[in-house]
Each structure stands twice: as C-alpha cells, then as structure tokens.
C-alpha cells in the first residue's frame, strides 16, 4: 500500500512539475501577446528576506518580493536565461531525462544562451526554484553524485528503463551512489533500525570494513562533507518513511557541527525549499568535549575558525544547550580534532568503543 501510494505520488508530483512550468510559460506568453514586457515576481532572497522557523525548524523565506522584468535593461539578460532555464527543465521533465548542473551550462550553449561561468547558471536555476516552489530535483536537475549508502535496505527503482527492477544497498563494499535513479526509487524492505551518517570517505568505508552496518543494525550514509541536497532529501526519506532515528558524526571543528546541523535544519540557501532537512537527527559527534575526554590528537583553530565558531554563536538555529556547550568549549581549548584521530588508540576503537558510547548517549 505504501510503495503504491509512493508511485502515485511521484507521478502527481511529476505533473505538478510540468504544469507549473507550464504555467510560467503561458503567463509569460500572454504578456508578450498583451502588448506588456513580460516580468516575474519572486521572493527575495536577500539575507534580509530570511528567518529560521522555530516550528518548522528550517529557515524560510519572508514577504519580500523582487521583480525581475524584460523592461529593465538590466534584467533583459537574466530575465531571458530565467525563462530558458524554464524551458530545459520542462524538455527534462516530459522526457524523463536528467542533467547536472555543470550540462546545463555547457547545454545552454547549443541554444545559443551564454551563461558567463557555472555559477551565473547555477544561480539562474536558483531563481527558478524560488518562483516555482520547487527544487532543481523536481526538474531532474542534480549535482554531480559524491554521497554514497551502504546497508540492509531494498530498493526499487522507478526511473524509464529500470522500473520495478530491486536492489540490496549492501551489494556493493564501496557503497551505492545517492544519485537520481536511487534518490527516486521506493523503500522496499530494511532490518535497519537507525541511519549513522558519515562526514568522510575514510571513515564510512572503515565503518563497512568492520561491519558496524550488522553489529549496530544501521544504514551507512556517506555525506562526503557538507551533504548534497538530495543526500539530504534522502536522509530525510528514510527517516520520516522508515522511521529511523538518524545521528550524524562529523570531525570535531566548526565546520563539522555546520554540516550536522545543515541535516537537521536546513541551510539558509535552500530557505525557499521544504523537505531537506531532518529536524529530529542528532549530532553525535566529534564534539569539543570529546576531545577533551578522550585526549584526542589536535591542531590549533585558526583566525578563520574562531570567525566561524563567533557565527555559530549568533545563528538561532544552536540556542540548546548541547550546541552552546560545544561551542563554549572549542572557544575555550581553541582545539580541534579529525574523526581519525581515535586511531590514536587503534584502528577498530572509534567501532567497538567511541561509536557505541555515543549512540547510547544520544538517544
């Protein structure tokens, strides 16, 4: 029943898409039909424009409005790349193809629409986001696969071609790319009771080495840094679908705790979207205190760390206790610490002791 109610709301979701691009199309059409330059309204996405939600625990995006309109001579060159940015993703959509968004760049090309760098590009389709409501995934718009999964879970693909075909997410020792076809197939089965993912490559594939996936029933994910936006969605998934806690174990510095908390709330880019984080994650790790407790190997923060750390204070999103320990206490020991850095003590002890300790500490 789930897995149907799951197909059918890919397909409605699919429909939405290209209706909605559907939609900008003919409004733009009837503005050049009417005899008017055509604009479009968007929200702003100033920094002035953004606010964290305390109930949806998420940034979002405010009131203001800006209008980017082909009257402005300014806007004429953004307004027409916006409206054939709108035009691609509506070629993707009904075809069912994908593109990443370094294709996009170089695909405007053939279209005679000059971008001058990925980042104007980049930004183009942002802006779409915003108008839309949507995200560039909801277009089969991604970026270039870098987060992995490994563990007990079944998938089934939905994707032309490989529709109804199944897959064991431990079938391969170096994980499964989080790309499109995997972000979009259906949960089948899992044993898995909880998610652990994982800031670095080395330590994700340690984790699969000494099987912590059977001994602590979990689902591997490998964010590779700061998680993509679809890991994040994914991650989102197999919480709210299976009901999995998810806890998060990054280095012990400033940057680590950003990435945790991206996870769970949000970033304030993505605040016109919904559905990319997962507020009830936790973060498990490396803390400042750990490394104090555990005498870890450490190198100095630098300037730009404390600048970092200094931020971190005034987000609204750390205002609990555990995140204002924590940043107290890597502004105090001016410490920080990699995840290898357990080594120290031998290969296997950030499994059989550090990883334990702190599932059961943050339950």
């Known amino acids: ?57 998420q940034f979002i995006l405010g009131e203001r409005k800006v209008r980017r309109s082909a009257r402005n001579i300014r806007h004429l060159k953004p307004f027409t790349q916006l409206v054939w940015a709108a035009f691609f993703s509506n070629e993707l959509s009904s075809q069912r193809k994908t593109s990443t968004l370094r294709d996009v760049y170089y695909s405007a090309q053939a279209y ?25 995934e909801d277009f089969n718009i991604f970026p270039e696969e870098r987060s992995a999964v490994f563990g007990d879970l079944t998938i089934e693909y939905t994707v032309p071609g490989y529709e109804g075909k199944t897959l064991n997410l431990n079938s391969h020792p170096d994980g499964i790319l989080i790309g499109p076809a995997l972000t979009s197939s259906e949960f089948v089965k899992t ?48 919480s709210n ?19 945790a908390m991206v996870i769970i709330s949000g970033s304030a880019n993505a605040a016109h979207l919904r559905e990319l984080n997962t507020p009830d994650a936790k973060w498990s790790g490396v803390w400042a205190t750990d490394i104090v407790n555990y005498k870890l190997p450490t190198d100095p923060l630098d300037e730009v760390d404390m600048k970092r750390l200094s931020e971190l204070e005034r987000d609204p999103r750390y205002v609990d ?29 950030i499994v059989d002791e550090y990883l334990p300790a702190k599932l059961e500490e943050t339950k």
């Open 1 to 57: 029943m789930e897995q149907k109610k799951r197909k059918s709301s890919i397909v409605e979701r699919r429909k939405e898409v290209l209706a909605s691009l559907g939609d900008l199309g003919v409004r733009t059409y009837d503005q050049l039909e009417n005899g008017h330059f055509p604009s479009i309204d968007m929200p702003s996405r100033s920094t002035e424009n953004i606010a964290y939600d305390q109930q949806l625990r």
């Open 112 to 136: 005679e629409m000059t971008f001058k760098d990925q980042q104007e590009s980049n930004n183009i389709i942002t802006d779409l986001e915003t108008i839309l409501g949507m995200s560039r």
């Open 191 to 238: 044993t898995a009771d909880k998610v652990i993912a994982i800031e670095k490559g080395g330590l994700f594939t340690r984790f699969i080495e000494e099987n912590v996936h059977r001994k602590h029933n979990a689902l591997l994910v490998l964010t590779a840094g700061q998680a993509p936006r679809a890991t994040r969605h994914f991650i989102r998934r197999l």
């Open 241 to 259: 679908e299976l009901k999995l806690p998810v806890y998060i174990f990054t280095d012990g510095d400033p940057w680590g705790m950003h990435i």
């Open 321 to 349: 206790p555990l995140w204002r320990r924590e940043i107290k206490t890597f502004m105090k020991i001016r410490k920080k610490a990699e995840q290898e850095a357990f080594s120290r003590y031998g290969l296997t002890y």
